[in-house]
Structures are given as C-alpha cells and as structure tokens.
C-alpha cells in the first residue's frame, strides 16, 4: 500500500494544498475503475490505494509474486478428462446401415457340429476303367465260350501244369448270368472232374447260393488259371500271365453286370491290385463296367469257421445290389 504524506507539513500553502488535493482526487477518482480505491487518513487527509476486492481484482493480484514468495505460480488442479464418447451415427432411411459381414471362421478350428448327414457308399479302391469290347449276341455267347475252351485245352504254356494235369478246368454256368464267380485255381476234384467249385468247398459254395436262393445253373463259374498247380499252391506270376487272359476273353463275351472275387488271388488278379482281403471289402470295385465285390474262398470258410460270418455279409451286401431277395430261413 503506497500513502501520501501531509502535505502542508512540506512547507506547501493550504491553498495551493487545497488546489493539489482537489486536483489530485480528481484523478485518482478516474482510477477507481482500476480497482484503486481513496481511504481517508485523518488530518491533513493521505489517501491510502488499496487493491479492489473484487473478483477481477483478486484474480490479477494473485498472479503477482510479493516479497519472500516464489515466483513460480501454484500449479491449479486438472481436472481428468472427459471420456470420449463416439457420437451415433444418424439413421438414414433411405441408406440404411448395412452390418459388416460375418468374418468366416477357420474350419481347423471351428467346433465341429453334430450334423447328421445321410449314409453313403464306400468309394471303390481299384478301377479298371478299359471298357468291354462289343457286345456278344445271346444267342452266340455259348458257342464263342467253346472256341476258347477248346485252346484252353490244348494250352501247354506252363509245363509244370500241363505236364501232370488229368483235365483242364475251363468254366460252367449260365453265360447270359448278371453275375459271374472268380475263384483262384483248380484242386484235386476239379481236376479229376474238369468243373470248377467241387469237393468240400464246392459244396460250401452251393449251401450259399441256396441261402441267397440261387443255383450254380443260374450263375457263371471261373477260375483265374485252368490247370491244377501241385499240391494246390498259389497259382505264380507267370502262370497268371500264361493263362489269366483266357478267364479275361471269357468275361469279355459274358459282360456280367456283377463279378464277386472269392479269394485273394482271385481279387488281385482280377483288380490289378496288391491290397489284402480286408481292405477290399465291402465296397464295391470296378472292373470294365462291373461292379465287383471281394468275399472270402469257400476253402478258407472250411478252415476258419470265424469268417464265415463275415462272407454272409459280403453275400447279403452283392444280392441287395443286385436287387435279389434272400429267402427268410
């Protein structure tokens, strides 16, 4: 605060005190706007300038540093920020907001969902595609199975076969049949008689027939090679290869809708292929057109009784195929 002293105590007139005064309050009344405000001091009248208490004049003087103070104002409180909010998107009717699409999820590691789906064939493993060649009349099928009979008989390709063999076992049945039998090589019976599927196992093979209500009448019989091996071993490569392509002319002349593999030789010469039993099972193959089915031999059944079952199976699956109905036993 700032004061003016008595002024006639300085050797000054009271009137020209008077006149000073005068003129002095008249300007310092002009500063009263500035927050400046006039005290009486008593005798002789000093003034005093005080900062107006005004709000405007608080907050000006707080800004100016006094004596013994830093100079360095004290910080105010932040206040936190406000949360940023995304205005909404105005609607508009005639565009409306389309929703993003539905980010495709990976199929490794979607959940699976139990969906059930309708039961579907097994696809066929082996396919021989090369197609028959013309079809043979009916009427002449029996007389071109004859013509190859008759090579078949004097066929001495294999010695060690044709050499010790009493008949050649060329085929029997039915050669306008669906459905045509392959088994492996003769036996003993079949050699002593020229007819495929004889002895134990032939009547083993007629007993499934007659549960699937056919007869060997009503089907074609082959075997893969036409004479009897020694000892009724596995036929060789090479005698497959002497003699399989006579069993391949005789299907060519048959075309059979059906062909039902009985063995594992029977299979893999028959398919080309080097698969086992139970991975061809079934199913059905293809071989030119035919749809082909591979069961046990009718000698395995003999040794081991545990199969049988599964070759009724087989045979259930061919006749239902075939649009054959088993007879109820």
Not at 13 to 40: R, Y
Not at 191 to 216: H, M, S, T, V, W
């Amino acid at each position: 605060m700032t004061k003016v002293s008595n002024l006639s105590a300085q050797g000054i007139s009271n009137e020209s005190t008077v006149d000073l005064q005068q003129a002095l309050v008249q300007h310092l009344s002009g500063l009263k706007e500035f927050g400046i405000t006039i005290v009486p001091a008593g005798k002789g009248e000093s003034f005093e300038f005080a900062a107006d208490d005004s709000p405007a004049a608080s907050a000006e003087t707080s800004q100016t540093p006094t004596a013994g103070t830093s100079s360095t104002p004290a910080p105010s409180p932040v206040a936190p920020p406000a949360a940023v909010t995304q205005p909404a998107a105005p609607i508009n009717p005639t565009n409306p907001v389309t929703p993003p699409p539905a980010v495709p999820t990976d199929s490794a590691t979607a959940p699976a969902t139990a969906t059930p789906s309708a039961p579907t064939k097994p696809e066929p493993l082996v396919t021989q595609d090369a197609p028959y060649s013309a079809a043979t009349p009916t009427a002449q099928r029996p007389n071109a199975l004859t013509v190859i009979q008759q090579e078949v008989a004097s066929c001495i390709r294999c010695p060690q076969l044709s050499d010790f063999r009493t008949n050649t076992v060329f085929g029997s049945g039915d050669p306008t049949s669906r459905l045509v039998f392959v088994g492996e090589g003769p036996g003993e019976d079949e050699d002593g008689n020229g007819l495929p599927f004889q002895g134990a196992p032939g009547d083993l093979f007629d007993k499934i027939l007659a549960a699937c209500g056919l007869k060997r009448e009503q089907v074609y019989l082959l075997n893969t090679i036409k004479c009897r091996p020694p000892k009724n071993r596995n036929p060789k490569a090479a005698e497959l290869d002497n003699c399989w392509h006579y069993g391949q002319q005789q299907l060519d002349i048959i075309q059979p809708e059906f062909i039902c593999c009985m063995g594992s030789v029977a299979a893999k010469t028959l398919l080309n292929t080097n698969l086992s039993i139970g991975k061809l099972r079934k199913r059905f193959h293809s071989y030119r057109g035919s749809k082909v089915l591979v069961t046990y031999h009718p000698t395995y059944l003999l040794r081991t009784s545990s199969a049988k079952t599964h070759a009724w199976e087989d045979m259930k699956m061919l006749m239902n195929e075939m649009g054959i109905e088993i007879p109820k036993r």
